[in-house]
């Protein structure tokens, strides 16, 4: 889990149809945060799960790297 309050977002640098991309600063390191927007026209929440699920992959495969600035 993020403690939110050891988080800065700074600039947005990237967007797409449904998330946007932040250069931040968590805990002295420089990151990268993507702020997912749930669709407005997702009756069913079908969309939704599946940007949940693709998300969450994401995350797994980002979890295990470890980039040297």
Known sequence: ????SKLYLGLKF??????R??????????VAVKII???DDDENGVL????EKQ???EVTLL???HHQM
Do not use: E, N, W
């Not at 889990?1 to 939110?4: G, I, Q």
């Not at 939704?48 to 940007?51: K, Y």
């Open 1 to 4: 889990m993020v403690d939110m």
């Open 14 to 19: 990237a967007c797409g149809a449904h998330s």
């Open 21 to 30: 991309l932040y250069h931040g600063i968590y805990k002295d390191q420089t």
């Open 37 to 39: 927007r749930q669709p």
């Open 48 to 51: 939704s799960a599946r940007l």
């Open 55 to 57: 998300f969450t992959r």
């Open 63 to 65: 979890s295990h790297l």
